[in-house]
């Protein structure tokens, strides 16, 4: 089992550009949800995805958007980046169905560096 | 809301040191509450996780009980090693279908 993967590793971008953030989630999992982690800091939650929508957001601006693909694959997508948005992407995985409590498996994180 | 409060690091210790760092937080409900780990340049790691009161997470040495009278759930590990070295996070959550709320992170290091 691969577990949660994330790609790319590292990035480099520059202020008013776009990005795109890609996740595979461990295999079973069917929900996956975005943390930024700035330098320093505990990671803040973004988003969830489950069935291809979009179920809970954080205190996010509209730049920061996502997806989620029929395997349950999953793409953040950050528009004009700022300066701010420099920081460690990390993806989660986890199963919603079955009724009991399963815990968010994280991958390794992209670490996102805008200049 | 529901938040996390941890100690504030860093935390330096000898090696084979008793480790405490303190977690408290605030919720609603019943949460479950983790522990997790980033070693340096890496990502998260579930270190150990209790899901109701008076359960005892552990892993690793590592300890922690889910006090809900005290809204608490302190980390704690008999003897740390240098290995031990990271970034420790005190995180709660409502379930798979919840978000995950972190607490700042207590950086420890483990000194020969």
Known sequence: DAGVTQSPTHLIKTRGQQVTLRCSPKSGHDTVSWYQQALGQGPQFIF??????????????????????????????????????SALYL?????TMGGNYNEQFFGPGTRLTVL | ???????????????????????????????????????????????????KADDKGS???????????TTSFHLEKGSVQVSDSAVYFCALSRGSYDKVIFGPGTSLSVIP
């Open chain 2, 59 to 69: 892993n690793k040495g590592f300890e922690a009980t889910y006090r809900k009278e």
């Open chain 1, 91 to 95: 993806c989660a995985s986890s199963l």
């Open chain 2, 1 to 51: 809301g529901n938040s996390v409060t941890q100690m504030e690091g860093p935390v330096t210790l000898s090696e084979e040191a008793f480790l405490t760092i303190n977690c408290t937080y605030t919720a609603t409900g019943y949460p479950s509450l983790f522990w997790y780990v980033q070693y340096p340049g890496e990502g998260l790691q579930l270190l150990l996780k209790a899901t």
């Open chain 1, 48 to 85: 969830q995805y489950y069935e291809e929508e979009e179920r809970q957001r954080g205190n996010f601006p509209d730049r920061f958007s996502g997806h989620q693909f029929p395997n349950y694959s999953s793409e953040l997508n950050v528009n004009a980046l700022l300066l701010g948005d």
